[in-house]
Structure formats: structure tokens, C-alpha cells
């Protein structure tokens, strides 16, 4: 009869230790709703005026842990965590990129470069293998696009080149160019070049064999770099400062016009490419970054109830959300943002959110507690989030299924 009912004690206290647990994960994973939608996937998803939930700390960061008011002390919650991160790469990555399968149940293909300029695949064991060896230099810059299917990648030589990642071949591009991005569908490429002392816009398709070359515009500005959310309209962004005042423009493609997009000290965005949706960020004082969604012409729909960097924040590949690293804390006490950060004069500690914006959810994707990370270069399909791990170089992955 003792042993029974020490064994029925054992049993209700494991059931409420799993339960417990998962509670504390299903708390820690819904954090908040954004106000102001009516419907589900209505719009606005926030109140540009809405109280921003969450406090700034010593080191300038928006906390991340006080947009939860729950509690993830279970080792259970943290073990979970730590079983979905993972390390990828055996060494630092120079740029990496993602393919969005066709089928959803497929798992994306994961490529990077590694500080010899060599293209290396990984492969679904883990495996890593070198598909492609440049000899064009030590990677400085790289950038996909909407599927993954090509990559373009600044050298430290100078060398501009697109690397295509079916038939692993490389195209070498003008090395003149100052700023590049790929289309919405991936298919041509914008970029800007010298021309006198001002810059030109041209568009090029590179899904042909022939140049198609277009001049879209001569423009007196300087230090910028481009977008290109959506298929008429290309951003211009001016290099970000906390204390530059700075102005972005939208250009129309169909009628050729230039239209003010924004303004603001340290001014900044993220756009996505799969839907009309941008991220804003504006310094508003020397260690505090504000972020706003905004559609692409430049209208706030809602302010977000943290501080983060451009940097650190992206929009998914496949989906209608958006991935921001925030900053629990920084190192070196005060910094000026986004200067030091760019400068790499600070680094920061994260937790991951994702910004549903169909449904109009925030939600803690990954945990500071579990690990030390200062997430940059964000990138998520299907289940699959990305990220490079300033402390080390390395490339991370959470499984988010």
C-alpha cells in the first residue's frame, strides 16, 4: 500500500512538472499582441501612438525580457531551447544564404562562404562541403535573393560577382558599382555608379544571356545604399548615423519620380520583397533606436514596443513576417547606436522575436537565457531560422517546427 502511493506521488509530481513546463514555454512563446487590428490579418497591426511595452536598460537596449511578464524559470523550457539551437559551420562564415523550396516540406539548402572566398554547401547530415572556389578574394559583402537561387558578393579585391547556386557558376559585374540589390523576383539586379560627382541607377536582367541594360536615374546624392521592395518602386537610403540627420526617397519606376520616403537621425530600414511592408528605425536619442512598421511609401502602421538595429532585423523568405534580434544588453555601458554597433565598438546579448503580421502577433522565438548571441544576418523559411552569431562568426540554426 506505501509503495503504491509513493509511486501515485511520483506520477502526479511528474505530470506537474511537464505541465509546468509547458506552460511556462506556451507563456514564454505568445507575448504579446499588437494593438489596433480588427480582424485577423487586418491592417494597421499597431497604433503609431501605442505604449511601447518594455523598459530601456543601463546599456541602452529596450529590454526584451520585460515585453514577457512570465516567467521561464523551468530548466524544461531552456533545455527545449537548447535542443533546437544548433552550430552549423566548423568555422566563421564571410555571408551565407538560404533557398526557399518549392515544396514546403522540403528542407531549404543552406550555402556559405568561408574566408577563402570558397562557396560551401551543407548538406542535411551537417556535412560541409566546398561546391565552388572563387580565387576572386576574401568576401566582404553578400546578398541574396528572394529564393536563394543567386548571390551577389563583394570581394576585397574589388571584384564584384553573382554566383549562381544551381550551376555553380560565377558572372563578374562592373566593379565600379557602389550599391546593389536583387528585384522582388529575383530576375534583374538595381546598383549605382559613379558618374561625375553625382551617381546613376541602372537596372539590369540577368535571367537572359543579354545585357538589358536600363538608366533609370542621375541622381546629386551621395553615400547611400538601395532597395527594391516592390516591382516600381526603388528606395535610396542614406548611410546610417546617430547623429545624421538623414532623409530616404522612394523612386517611381513607372513615371520616373522622386518621392520622400522619411527622415531622422540615424535613419535606417528593412524591406521585404514579399510583401509591401517595411521596417523603420530612427535614433531618438544616443542608445535608443525606435522601430516602426511602415508600408512602401513610407506610412507608419505601428510602432514597436522595442529597440533594435537594422542589422538585426529581417523579413522572412516565404511568409508575411518579419525576424528582429533585441538586444537585452550591450556590452561597454553607454553606447551611441547605431554607430558603435556598426563600428563594432559594442556587441549585444539577444533574444529573437517574429513579427506575425497577419495576425498581429509578437512572439519570443529564442531565449537569451539560452545562449550568448549577438544575432546579425537573419534569414527564415519553413521551420528553418538562420543567423550569424557576432560573438563567433558562426553560423547558428533554430528549428522553429
Same mark, same amino acid.
Request: proline share 4%; hydrophobic share 40%; charged share 15%.
Given at each position: 500500500m506505501k509503495r503504491t502511493a509513493i509511486i501515485i506521488i511520483v506520477v502526479i509530481i511528474a505530470v506537474a512538472v511537464a505541465v509546468g513546463v509547458y506552460l511556462g514555454y506556451q507563456k514564454s @512563446?505568445? *507575448?504579446? $499582441?499588437?494593438? &489596433? $487590428?480588427?480582424?485577423? !490579418?487586418?491592417?494597421p497591426i499597431g497604433t503609431s501612438? &501605442?505604449?511601447?511595452?518594455?523598459?530601456t536598460n543601463q546599456g541602452g537596449a529596450a529590454s526584451a525580457e520585460n515585453i514577457s511578464s512570465t516567467s521561464t524559470e523551468e530548466a524544461g523550457y531552456?533545455?527545449?531551447?537548447? /535542443?533546437?539551437?544548433?552550430?552549423?559551420?566548423?568555422q566563421p562564415v564571410m555571408g551565407y544564404w538560404m533557398t526557399v523550396p518549392k515544396i514546403a516540406s522540403t528542407t531549404p539548402q543552406i550555402f556559405y562562404l568561408d574566408q577563402k572566398g570558397e562557396v560551401v554547401e551543407i548538406d542535411q547530415t551537417g556535412k560541409e562541403n566546398v561546391v565552388s572556389n572563387s580565387n576572386l578574394g576574401i568576401p566582404v559583402r553578400s546578398l541574396q535573393n %528572394?529564393? !536563394?537561387?543567386?548571390?551577389? *558578393?563583394l570581394f576585397d579585391s574589388g %571584384?564584384?560577382?553573382?554566383?549562381? =547556386?544551381?550551376?555553380?557558376?560565377? /558572372?563578374?559585374?562592373?566593379? $565600379?558599382?557602389?550599391?546593389?540589390?536583387?528585384?522582388?523576383? &529575383?530576375?534583374? %539586379?538595381?546598383? *549605382?555608379?559613379?558618374?561625375?560627382?553625382?551617381? $546613376?541607377?541602372y537596372t539590369q536582367n #540577368?535571367?537572359?544571356?543579354?545585357?538589358?541594360? =536600363? +538608366?533609370?536615374?542621375?541622381?546629386? #546624392?551621395?553615400?547611400?545604399? #538601395?532597395?527594391?521592395?516592390?516591382?516600381?518602386? #526603388? %528606395? +535610396? *537610403?542614406? @548611410?546610417?548615423?546617430?547623429?545624421?540627420?538623414g532623409q530616404a526617397w522612394y523612386l517611381n519606376l513607372k513615371n520616373n519620380t522622386l518621392n520622400s520616403l522619411g527622415f531622422g537621425n540615424g535613419l535606417d530600414y528593412v524591406f521585404s520583397q514579399k510583401a509591401n511592408y517595411g521596417i523603420q528605425f530612427i535614433s531618438t536619442d544616443r542608445s535608443k533606436i525606435s522601430v516602426s512598421i511602415i508600408n512602401d511609401s &513610407?506610412?507608419? +502602421?505601428?510602432?514597436?514596443?522595442?529597440s533594435s538595429i537594422a542589422a538585426k532585423c529581417s523579413f522572412a523568405q516565404d511568409a508575411i513576417a518579419a525576424y528582429c534580434a533585441i538586444p537585452v544588453s550591450y556590452t561597454g555601458g553607454a553606447v551611441t547606436l547605431p554607430d558603435d554597433y556598426l563600428k563594432k565598438a559594442t556587441f549585444s546579448n539577444d533574444s529573437i522575436y517574429k513579427i506575425d503580421l497577419s495576425s498581429s502577433q509578437l512572439t519570443k522565438i529564442v531565449d537569451s537565457g539560452t545562449a550568448l548571441i549577438d544575432a546579425t544576418d537573419i534569414r527564415a523559411a519553413s521551420s528553418t531560422l538562420l543567423f550569424v552569431n557576432r560573438l563567433d562568426g558562426m553560423l547558428y540554426r533554430f528549428n522553429m517546427q
Open positions: @512563446k505568445s *507575448v504579446i $499582441s499588437l494593438t &489596433g $487590428s480588427t480582424q485577423q !490579418g487586418a491592417l501612438n &501605442g505604449e511601447a511595452a518594455g523598459s531552456f533545455q527545449d531551447q537548447k /535542443q533546437r539551437l544548433s552550430i552549423l559551420t566548423t %528572394i529564393d !536563394g537561387s543567386k548571390v551577389i *558578393v %571584384i564584384l560577382a553573382i554566383f549562381d =547556386t544551381a550551376s555553380k557558376v560565377w /558572372q563578374s559585374l562592373d566593379s $565600379s558599382i557602389s550599391s546593389f540589390v536583387f528585384s522582388p523576383d &529575383g530576375k534583374s %539586379i538595381a546598383y *549605382v555608379k559613379p558618374n561625375g560627382a553625382r551617381n $546613376s541607377i #540577368i535571367s537572359t544571356t543579354k545585357k538589358n541594360l =536600363t +538608366l533609370v536615374a542621375t541622381l546629386n #546624392i551621395q553615400d547611400f545604399s #538601395i532597395a527594391w521592395p516592390s516591382v516600381s518602386t #526603388i %528606395i +535610396l *537610403v542614406p @548611410k546610417p548615423a546617430n547623429q545624421f540627420y &513610407g506610412k507608419k +502602421l505601428a510602432d514597436m514596443p522595442f
